[in-house]
């Protein structure tokens, strides 16, 4: 492929912008410079042409035939550029990149997402599960959403849309009679070993030593475990909602709030036009979540 000429874009821009526009003081505007450097500008095309593009005093300046041949290229080329700017930049706000905590996804956004797309066709969402601290400048997330106490960041946006409670679950036929925390093998998830202590901390409840311990790479692991009778485990009320109401899991002991929240993280830059409709639903969504029976409602 041959390489392309190093045109010179600037000059190019401010004679297209005087051309259309007719004075040099309207196209000093709309490009927001001062008048003298569209003129500036013009010269050195001239200049670089080798040949006048404008003619007349310097108050009333026309084109001259090779200026009207130069203007009306550029006019077709800048009008294409733009509406393929635009094009793209519309496809671009289109679609939403979120990063999500793995079993909020699957237990909660994702089930739900249908109600988003059927509300808002033009959209495409596309969850990628992610843990940690959000960094936009190095991830190619349109937002995120994180289960945190505060979300720290330079020039980050952090909305709370859900309340998070948390407490002891397992299979309804382990509950029968009474939960047993001493002699009920205990589930843990390997990243977030201390969760039965900040449980025992929030509910005042003292948690006796297990007779044994059950641990698992993720919390939806964890929680299938629970489902499947091989000991209790503990969990935000809203990742097993759907799960006690259908009779798969028990809450023996209720749920007690954390200080941790549900946020909806953004980027400080003007975000894409997308995301509002997002975070609008999302925060519908969470003022649906049914509440969940606490720990004084079950002692």
Known sequence: MA????????????FEAFARLGKMSLAADELCVTHGAVSRQVRSLEALCGVKLTQG???ALKLTDAGARMSASLGRTFDE????????RAAADRDLHISCVGTLAMK????????????HPELSIRVTEAYGPVDFTREPFDAAIRLAETIDGDGLTAIPFLDNFHGPVVAPGLAQGGLDLARTPRLHTRPHRQAWDEWSAHAGVPVPEAAEHREYEHLFYMLEAAVAGLGVGLSPWIYVANDIAAG????????????????????????????????????????????????????
Do not use: C, D, Y
């Open 57 to 59: 005093p310097r108050n």
């Open 108 to 119: 909660w956004l994702i089930p739900r997402l249908s109600g988003f797309h059927a509300r």
């Open 248 to 299: 798969k899991l028990a809450a023996p002991f209720g749920f007690t709030p954390t200080p941790a929240r549900f946020h909806l993280v953004a980027p400080g830059a003007p975000p894409k036009r997308g995301l509002k409709a997002f975070r609008e639903w999302l925060i519908e969504e969470a003022a649906k979540a049914p509440a969940p029976p606490m720990l004084a409602e079950v002692s």
């Open 81 to 88: 550029l733009e509406q393929t700017f635009q094009e793209v």
């Open 3 to 14: 390489k392309r000429s190093q045109l010179p874009l600037t000059a190019l821009r401010a």
